[in-house]
């Protein structure tokens, strides 16, 4: 990927630290089956791509894949790009934990996912890779700040390269003061709606 918009790079990264996924809550656990998604909320973890396991051990309904937020852990398991656009393609997620159960290699395809703070990614062929995005609580679109030179507004949106389930090491890096994703990074899908005016984004690539 060309880098030459990337004026200010800022580095969040941290590999191997150990992650909490069980916080008390259930987590979620999505993967297709058939023409709908497996939807379940699991207290323990599923080994990846389990999916009997994940069925017996999950409360776990099937329905119409439709993309929203995410409060809690979510952990998606995918077979090609396309499922996992339509399932997580501008969805708002923090803590998501992606595992591919098909085969690769995958295309490069963008996949934008906002406000994402932690994610590990699991091939079938390789060890768990682990990325903290950022380690703080922040509040996307906070308008209230006391300081008027600080930024009006900060939303955190991550671009997802899925080529990066290819057997690489996981890498990334993260531009702060990103006023336009249309015309600093030409190349990134970004939904209109993202077209708030006064509003400075931290763009997160992860590749
Ligand atoms: C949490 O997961 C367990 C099984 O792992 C399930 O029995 C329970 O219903 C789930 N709780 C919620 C609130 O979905
Ligand atoms: C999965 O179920 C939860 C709880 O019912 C719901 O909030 C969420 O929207 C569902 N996710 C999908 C992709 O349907
Ligand atoms: C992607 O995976 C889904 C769910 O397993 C499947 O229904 C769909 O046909 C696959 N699409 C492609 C292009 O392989
Ligand atoms: C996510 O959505 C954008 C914009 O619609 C699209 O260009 C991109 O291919 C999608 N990514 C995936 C993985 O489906
Ligand atoms: C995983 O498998 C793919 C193809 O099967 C291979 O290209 C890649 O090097 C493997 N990655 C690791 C870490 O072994
Ligand atoms: C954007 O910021 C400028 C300069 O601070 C201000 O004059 C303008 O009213 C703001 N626009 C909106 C829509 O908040």
């Excluded at 930024?151 to 990066?164: A, G, M």
Aim: hydrophobic share 35%; proline share 5%; with cysteine.
């Amino acid at each position: 990927m060309s880098c030459n918009p990337c004026l200010f790079l800022f580095s969040f990264l941290s590999f191997g630290l150990a992650r909490n996924l069980v916080s008390g809550q259930n987590s979620t656990l999505l993967f297709p089956k058939d023409n709908n998604v497996r939807n379940c909320s699991c207290s323990t973890e599923i080994k990846s791509c389990e999916y009997s396991l994940a069925n017996l051990m999950c409360n776990c309904k099937s329905q119409y894949p439709s993309r929203i937020s995410y409060t809690g852990d979510l952990v998606v398991w995918f077979t090609n790009t396309s499922i996992l656009g339509q399932l997580l393609n501008f969805t708002l997620v923090q803590d998501l934990k992606l595992s591919l159960c098909g085969a690769l290699p995958l295309p490069t395809d963008y996949l934008a996912i906002i406000g994402l703070r932690r994610l590990e990614v699991h091939t079938a062929n390789s060890t768990e890779q682990r990325l903290i995005i950022y380690n703080h609580d922040m509040k996307p679109m906070d308008k209230t700040s006391q300081h008027p030179r600080e930024k009006t507004s900060l939303f955190h949106i991550s671009y997802l390269d899925t080529s990066l389930f290819n057997g690489q090491s996981l890498k990334a890096y993260s531009v702060e003061d990103v006023s336009s994703i249309n015309e600093q990074f030409p190349n990134l899908p970004y939904p209109n709606a993202f077209s708030v005016t006064n509003t400075s984004y931290v763009v997160t690539l992860i590749y």
